[in-house]
């Protein structure tokens, strides 16, 4: 079956970096337009980026200049490098898979805490 399995949240002072991964099973990774996710507590899912299987990304403008997402189709990985973080860069990331319509499948997610 289908699994999404996030990594390397922790916790990261402010200015800091931190590298997510999220490694893939159950199905053909290279196919899909892959998603990053993260759930800020009191607010709901907010769009992160997300990465086209050609490799092409799109960032929301509160992380833009700042992450680089990326994938490796041979090691069915996604990957999203944050730079200069703030506090409101704290929450749960998640990644996902988009199917034609929805995001179909979420790895359990990994918390990320930006503070001093």
């Known amino acids: 079956q289908v699994q999404l399995v996030e990594s390397g949240g922790g916790l990261v002072q402010p200015g800091g970096s931190l590298r997510l991964s999220c490694t893939a099973s159950?199905?053909?990774?290279?196919?899909?337009?892959m998603y990053w996710v993260r759930q800020v507590p009191g607010k709901g899912l907010e769009w992160v980026s997300h990465?086209?299987?050609?490799?092409?990304?799109d960032y929301a403008e509160s992380v833009k200049g700042r992450f680089a997402i990326s994938r490796d189709n041979a090691q069915n990985t996604l990957y999203l490098q944050m730079h200069r973080m703030d506090a409101e860069d704290s929450g749960a990331y998640y990644c996902?898979?988009?199917?034609?319509?929805?995001?179909?499948?979420w790895g359990v997610g990994t918390q990320v805490t930006v503070s001093s």
């Open positions: 159950g199905f053909t990774f290279s196919r899909f337009w």
């Open positions: 996902a898979r988009r199917s034609e319509y929805s995001l179909d499948s």
């Open positions: 990465i086209l299987p050609s490799g092409t990304p």
